[in-house]
DNA sequence: TAGGTGTTTTGACATGGATCAAAGCGGCAG
DNA sequence: CTGCCGCTTTGATCCATGTCAAAACACCTA
C-alpha cells in the first residue's frame, strides 16, 4: 500500500517550479487571499507567497493523511476534493477553480483531511501556514480576509449539506449548474456556456447521486430546453427556468 | 413577517444577563477556546470573554440575516443550527454541545447564516468577534486554537457530506450514535446511555432522512440488541454492533 | 384527573433514484 | 485506419426510503 503512494509523491515532487508568485500582478487577486490589501501590505503577502507549483491533470496537491503545512491558492485550473472512506467508498466534497483556496481542512488536525486532485492542469501559489499566521499577527486585513475565507468554506459547505439533504435530484443538478455558471463569470468567464472539466460520475458523487441519474438529468433538462449539452459542453438556454427548478420545490 | 420576528428578539433580551466569564475556572476550558493556553494567556482572555447570556429552551441564540459581531462558546446546554432554504424547506445542519463554539459561519458576510435554537436551558460565553481578532493577533496560541476551531468545523461537515451523500439509513443513525456518544464521553458524561436533546424529525433532518425512518431504525436497533431505547433516553447495548453497522459497508 | 398537544411508533403502499445491462460515442495508441 | 478504453446515454427493473394514516404515548395545563 505505502509503495504507489511514495511513487506517485514523488512523481508530484518532479513537477514542482519554484516561480515568483507576485499576487501583486495576479488578475485573480480580488477573489483570492490578497482581497482588499493595499499595495504595501500585498508586497508583504507576496514575500510569503514565493513558490508556485504545477499539478498535472490526475495527480493530487495533497492526499489525505500528509503532514499540512501549507495552503494553497488556485493560480489556474480546477481541482475536486475527496474523502474516502474507511471502506473505501468516497465521496467528492468539491470542486475548486481560479482564486480559491484549497487546503484549511488541514490546520485543525495537522493532516490534510481530503486528497486535492487536478482535475486539469493546473497552477497553485503555496502559502506556508505557519508564515501566514504570522504575517497575519501583523497584516489586520489579511487576517480578517483569512478568517472570511475559512468561513465562506463553511457556510459553502452547508449549502451542500442542503443540497444533499432536503434536494431531489433535479434541484441539485440546477443548482449545481447555476453555481458553476456564477463562479465562473465572476472569473471573466461567459455564465452561459462553459466546458465541464469532471465526469459525470465525480458530478453524481459530489451531489450525492449515480452518475446515470446526472446524465438523465442533463437528458431531460435538455428536452425541456433549459440547457444544451454536448459531452462536457454545456450552454445554458433559459437560466431562469433552471433557477425555478432549483427555487421551486415540491410542485 | 417583521413583527414576530422583533417580538422574539426582544425576549431574549429579557434573559440576557451579564456574568463575569472566568474561562480559567471553567471546566470546559480545554475543549473550548481557551485549550492550551498559558495562565497568563487565560485572563487576556477572560477580559475579553466578558458576557455570559442565558437561553432558554426554544428561545435562538441568533437568526439567519441577523448582524453577526460575536461568537460564542457554548457554558453549558445543547444547541441545534439550522438553515432555511428561500421555500421554507430547512435542514439541521449542525448539534452542538458545551465547549463548542458556535457563530463562525458570520464571519465571511457579517451576518449569520443559520439559526442557532437552544434544545434546552443554555448558557453561552459571548465573544465579541473583533476583540478576539485582536487579540488573537497578540496571543498566537488563541490565534493557533481559533483557527483549528474553523478548520475542524469544516472537516466535520465534509464529515456530515459523507453521511448525507454515501450512506444508508441506518449507517447514517448508527454514524449519528456513536458520534454523540463519544462528544458526550469526552465531556465526562457516560458514553452508553445518554438523553437525546432533540426530536426524531430534528434528527432526520440532520441526517437527511424523515422521521419515520429514524423511528423505525431505533427499533430495529433496539430489536437487534444493539440499542435499548425509551424515548428519548438511549442506551448502547452493543458498541461493537453499532460500529460494525457503520463502518461495514455494502454486504 | 382530564383534555389537549406534540412526539413516537407501526403498518400499508407509492415512488425516486439505484442497479443492471447494453449500446453509442470519442479520443488515443499502434 | 483500426481497435481499445473510458465516458455517456438510455431502457428495464428493483428496492430503500418517503408518504399517508392511525394509534399509542408523554407531558403540560387547567
Known amino acids: 500500500m505505502a509503495r504507489p503512494e511514495l511513487a506517485r509523491q514523488q512523481s508530484t515532487h518532479l513537477v514542482l517550479a519554484e516561480l515568483k508568485a507576485a499576487c501583486a500582478n495576479c488578475n485573480l487577486r480580488e477573489l483570492c487571499l490578497p482581497a482588499g490589501l493595499s499595495e504595501a501590505e500585498l508586497d508583504q503577502l507576496d514575500a ?39 471502506d473505501g467508498r468516497d465521496q467528492v466534497t468539491g470542486f475548486s477553480m481560479g482564486g480559491e483556496i484549497l487546503g484549511m481542512d488541514g490546520i485543525g488536525q495537522g493532516s490534510h483531511n481530503c486528497d486535492a486532485v487536478a482535475l486539469e492542469d493546473s497552477i497553485v501559489c503555496s502559502i506556508p501556514y505557519l508564515r501566514l499566521e504570522e504575517l497575519s499577527r501583523e ?12 468561513s465562506r468554506e463553511i457556510v459553502r459547505e452547508s449549502g451542500v449539506m442542503m443540497l444533499l439533504g432536503v434536494m431531489r435530484a433535479e434541484e441539485r443538478i440546477a443548482a449545481f449548474l447555476l453555481n458553476m455558471s456564477q463562479r465562473l463569470e465572476a472569473r471573466g468567464y461567459s455564465a452561459l456556456e462553459f466546458h465541464l472539466r469532471m465526469t459525470r460520475e465525480e458530478i453524481g458523487s459530489y451531489l450525492g447521486l449515480k452518475l446515470e441519474t446526472v446524465s438523465r438529468a442533463f437528458s431531460r433538462f435538455h428536452a425541456d430546453g433549459l440547457i444544451a449539452v454536448d459531452q462536457k459542453f454545456v450552454k445554458i438556454v433559459d437560466i431562469k427556468g433552471l433557477k425555478d427548478i432549483y427555487a421551486h420545490h415540491v410542485s
Open 139 to 150: 497584516v489586520s486585513g489579511l487576517q480578517r480576509h483569512f478568517h472570511k475565507m475559512m
Open 48 to 86: 510569503l507567497v514565493n513558490v508556485r507549483r504545477k499539478i498535472k491533470r490526475g495527480e493530487s496537491l495533497y492526499r489525505a493523511g500528509e503532514t499540512f503545512d501549507s495552503i494553497y491558492a488556485i493560480r489556474s485550473g480546477f481541482f475536486k476534493s475527496r474523502v474516502t472512506y474507511e
